[in-house]
Every structure is written in structure tokens, then in C-alpha cells.
Nanobody, 111 residues
Framework: VQLVESGGGLVQPGGSLRLSCAAS????????MNWYRQSPGKERELVAF????????NYADSVKGRFTISRDNAKNTVYLQMNSLKPEDAAVYYC?????WGQGTQVTVSS
């Protein structure tokens, strides 16, 4: 199993980023996929998840209305569109499936 995140970077408050997670080594279309984040000194928190078909999605209260999770089962990829970013969104963002984790991608929100 391999999960490879990309798309992180430095963005100003109010800006947007789109994270991607390319998955391989398992039947991607059969599994719920999750995005987590962790900032220094804090526990890793679940940001959003999406069901195997994409029909079910849920978000942490802190990102509702600003972030959108989606997936493309033909491409074995899950996305996290992040809009109206705030400094408190800065963290390492991880893609997750079960006990499998990506290496993370850093998101920095600063002017």
C-alpha cells in the first residue's frame, strides 16, 4: 500500500490549496478515505472523510464550509480542496486508509 500526498505549500490567509493523494496497492474504490492534519504540539485530527463511492462525506467543524473532499476512483486519487485558509489551518496534512498513512504534505498559512 502506498499513499502519496502532494499540493501543500505556502499560502496567504484567505487563499486556497488543493491537496491530492495518489493511492496504490489496494482496491481504492472499495475503501473510505480520510484526510488528517497535525500541527506542532497538537494531536493528529481528522479533517474529512469520504465513503468509497463518494456519496458520503463528513468534515471537522473547524473546516466545514471551507474544505471539500472528493475522489476520483478511476485515478485512485482523493483530493482536499481548501478555501478561505486561516493561519490555524497550518499543519502537515496526511492521507489515510485504515492503518496506512502517507508521508504528509506541509501547509503553511501566513502573510
Amino acid at each position: 500500500v502506498q499513499l502519496v500526498e502532494s499540493g501543500g505549500g505556502l499560502v496567504q490567509p484567505g487563499g486556497s490549496l488543493r491537496l491530492s493523494c495518489a493511492a496504490s496497492g489496494f482496491p481504492f474504490s472499495s475503501y473510505t478515505m480520510n484526510w488528517y492534519r497535525q500541527s506542532p504540539g497538537k494531536e493528529r485530527e481528522l479533517v474529512a472523510f469520504i465513503s468509497s463511492t463518494g456519496g458520503g462525506r463528513n468534515y471537522a467543524d473547524s473546516v466545514k464550509g471551507r474544505f471539500t473532499i472528493s475522489r476520483d476512483n478511476a485515478k485512485n486519487t482523493v483530493y482536499l480542496q481548501m478555501n478561505s485558509l486561516k493561519p490555524e489551518d497550518a499543519a502537515v496534512y496526511y492521507c489515510n486508509q485504515g492503518r496506512n498513512w502517507g508521508q504528509g504534505t506541509q501547509v503553511t498559512v501566513s502573510s
